[in-house]
Nanobody, 122 residues
């Protein structure tokens, strides 16, 4: 059984940086980071295929965010640079259900963590 726990959120100024962590218990080959602002659907931000290190990003964050993993620490990170107010949301990590790691759709993921709040002020 996969269990995920996010941390690292906080409040920063426009242009600031944060690094989110997702500690993974159990076996999974694909972890995605998602975000959800009030009244909006959960949106994919980045995903990583752990065996190959292959990663993919949404257009909104490409070039600013980097997803990575540390197998020894069983942790997936999301480094967020050049943060903007529109990045404000609750951030979640999820495990992709089939392991192929081609999707950034929330419907293809489960075992969600409790989330960590990111607030970017202008």
């Amino acid at each position: 059984q996969v269990q995920l726990m996010e941390s690292g959120g906080g409040s920063v100024q426009d242009g600031g940086t944060l690094r989110l962590s997702c500690v993974v218990s159990g076996f999974t080959e694909c972890i995605g980071w998602f975000r959800q602002a009030p009244g909006n659907e959960r949106q994919g931000v980045a995903r990583i295929h752990i065996p190959s290190d292959s990663a993919d990003y949404s257009a909104a964050v490409k070039g600013r965010f980097t997803i990575s993993h540390d197998s020894a620490k069983k942790t997936v990170y999301l480094q967020m640079n050049s943060l903007k107010p529109e990045d404000s949301a609750m951030y979640y990590c999820g495990a992709e259900r089939d392991g192929y790691c081609f999707s950034l759709r929330a419907v293809d993921y489960d075992h969600w963590g409790q989330g960590t709040q990111v607030t970017v002020s202008s």
